[in-house]
């Protein structure tokens, strides 16, 4: 699924943004369902000020499982994402798209990542340089996303990551940060 909020013909690299976690907070075992559930991360605002839209296009990438798991429907998801978008926006920071995966992590589709439908679609959709693009994520399968689209990986230590290390120890990635605050020290 995608909603692209700002079109760009223009060639770029991209930065694709995991949503929870990443932008926005996250535990593990807990859904985002109503848009009071959402608490944007002020270190997610203040680094994402700083990426310079002329040489970016903000992509956010993002499994959303309550979907297929029937917590809540496609159109609260729509919901629940332009309010994101929107409190960004409020905070000049400029979104180009949104693309989610909405089935449940047995349905065995091509956009849950790890798997890269998601990339695959935004590259359709927007000019992308994607050997110069990053990708940030709180979890592991955002980086093994990163590594099979051929894009360099950023580990944030915010939403799910403290539970990523217990469960997997380890976790490969080209960069880690705190959080996104020194973003722009990578890009």
Known sequence: MRKIYI???????ALFLDRDGVINKDAPGKYIKSLKDIKIYPSAIKGLRKIDSKKYHL???TN???VGRGYIDIEMAFKIND?????????NIRINAI???PHSPWDNCECRKPKTGLIKEALQDFDIIIKDSFLVGDKKSDMEMAKKAGIKSIFVLTGQA????KKYGVINSDY???DLRAINKIL
């Open 162 to 165: 403290k539970s990523q290390f």
């Open 176 to 178: 880690k940060l705190k």
């Open 99 to 101: 693309y989610f995966c």
């Open 83 to 91: 309010f994101i978008v929107n409190e960004l926006k409020r905070n």
């Open 59 to 61: 992509i956010i990438i």
């Open 64 to 66: 959303q499982s309550a």
């Open 7 to 13: 079109k760009s013909k223009l060639k770029k690299n």
